[in-house]
């Protein structure tokens, strides 16, 4: 029973630091083997360590893709059709629908987003596959972004999290399967396996969505209408663009000011009675003077 109390107050401290952890990775984590190994060993390892070459590891790198297509207002739905069957061709392995917008009023010159998760071995050919749909439709890309973020930090140190926690559970309930003792001490004791393995659980969930983001590659796709017009890529083309889009900005303006006058005509209307009755009243004290 003396080895139980040691191990609870093992278990209550790790059970402690990890309340304090939020996922990103602890910079005071030491392995299981750190912890487990006598001093011996220890340093015969790093005498071996010293003598072997420095072992180099690839970056995990999490990948986001942010593009933009400017279309033919008669074009835009279909090329976004045509982006979705790419990622439905692919399969759900490869590729997965997360968000689909359009907008289809009449009175607006049209926008979208498609929201999708591909595979990042496969992420820069589904991108070229993309710009190459809008092409076809006579549309052209407004803008590419790529953007990265390295989460190797976050999955070695969840890596340590979940050996140090795996080692824990284990040893409580080695204890409690070969020990007895008084039943408030055994109650805590399965307590403490409950919560270490609940966080084990915590840490195994989020070194997996880690690396589901390094596997798969975020796209973020935005889709700008304009109407039928030539090739955007000449003068001509870019000349009638500034032309729709000053028609678009005077069309705006018209119906702000109609929009302004339909709510201020009742008004008029019942000012004009008053006007004219303060007018006729003061007409009056004239003539009799």
Same mark, same amino acid.
């Given at each position: 029973?003396?080895?139980?109390?040691?191990?609870?107050?093992?278990?209550?401290?790790?059970?402690?630091?990890?309340?304090?952890?939020?996922?990103?990775?602890?910079?005071?984590?030491?392995?299981?083997?750190?912890?487990?190994?006598?001093?011996?060993?220890?340093?015969?390892?790093?005498?071996?360590?010293?003598?072997?070459?420095?072992?180099?590891?690839?970056?995990?790198?999490?990948?986001?893709?942010?593009?933009?297509?400017?279309?033919?207002?008669?074009?835009?739905?279909?090329?976004?059709?045509?982006?979705?069957?790419?990622?439905?061709?692919?399969?759900?392995?490869?590729?997965?629908?997360?968000?689909?917008?359009?907008?289809?009023?009449?009175?607006?010159?049209?926008?979208?987003?498609?929201?999708?998760?591909?595979?990042?071995?496969?992420?820069?050919?589904?991108?070229?596959?993309?710009? =190459?749909?809008?092409?076809?439709?006579?549309?052209?890309?407004?803008?590419?972004?790529?953007?990265?973020?390295?989460?190797?930090?976050?999955?070695v140190d969840t890596k340590a999290r979940i050996a140090q926690r795996e080692?824990?559970?284990?040893?409580?309930?080695?204890?409690?399967?070969?020990?007895?003792?008084?039943?408030?001490?055994?109650?805590?004791?399965?307590?403490?396996?409950?919560?270490?393995?609940?966080?084990?659980?915590?840490?195994?969930?989020?070194?997996?969505?880690?690396?589901? =983001?390094?596997?798969?590659?975020?796209?973020?796709?935005?889709?700008?209408?304009?109407?039928?017009?030539?090739?955007?890529?000449?003068?001509?083309?870019?000349?009638?663009?500034?032309?729709?889009?000053?028609?678009?900005?005077?069309?705006?303006?018209? =119906?702000?000011?109609?929009?302004?006058?339909?709510?201020?005509?009742?008004?008029?209307?019942?000012?004009?009675?008053?006007?004219?009755?303060?007018? =006729?009243?003061?007409?009056?004290?004239?003539?009799?003077?």
């Amino acid at each position: 029973m003396k080895r139980l109390i040691p191990l609870l107050l093992l278990g209550g401290a790790l059970a402690g630091c990890s309340a304090a952890d939020n996922g990103q990775g602890s910079k005071s984590d030491v392995t299981v083997q750190e912890m487990t190994q006598p001093a011996s060993d220890t340093a015969g390892d790093a005498k071996g360590a010293a003598a072997d070459k420095v072992k180099v590891s690839l970056p995990q790198l999490a990948y986001s893709y942010s593009l933009g297509y400017l279309l033919p207002t008669d074009k835009l739905g279909a090329v976004q059709d045509a982006h979705r069957r790419l990622c439905e061709e692919m399969g759900p392995a490869r590729c997965q629908l997360l968000a689909f917008e359009r907008d289809d009023s009449q009175d607006k010159t049209g926008d979208a987003m498609t929201k999708l998760r591909v595979a990042t071995s496969e992420a820069h050919r589904f991108s070229d596959a993309l710009g =190459r749909a809008a092409a076809d439709a006579g549309g052209r890309a407004t803008g590419t972004k790529v953007s990265t973020d390295d989460v190797s930090k976050q999955i070695v140190d969840t890596k340590a999290r979940i050996a140090q926690r795996e080692l824990l559970v284990a040893r409580l309930t080695e204890v409690l399967r070969t020990r007895s003792g008084k039943v408030s001490e055994l109650v805590e004791a399965e307590r403490s396996v409950a919560a270490a393995q609940e966080e084990l659980d915590q840490a195994r969930g989020w070194l997996t969505e880690l690396q589901g =983001r390094v596997a798969m590659s975020d796209f973020e796709i935005r889709y700008s209408a304009i109407a039928p017009a030539t090739n955007s890529g000449s003068v001509a083309g870019q000349l009638t663009e500034a032309g729709q889009g000053s028609f678009a900005s005077f069309l705006i303006g018209v =119906r702000a000011l109609l929009t302004l006058a339909i709510y201020l005509l009742p008004w008029v209307l019942l000012a004009i009675p008053v006007v004219l009755l303060v007018r =006729r009243k003061r007409g009056k004290p004239a003539e009799a003077a």
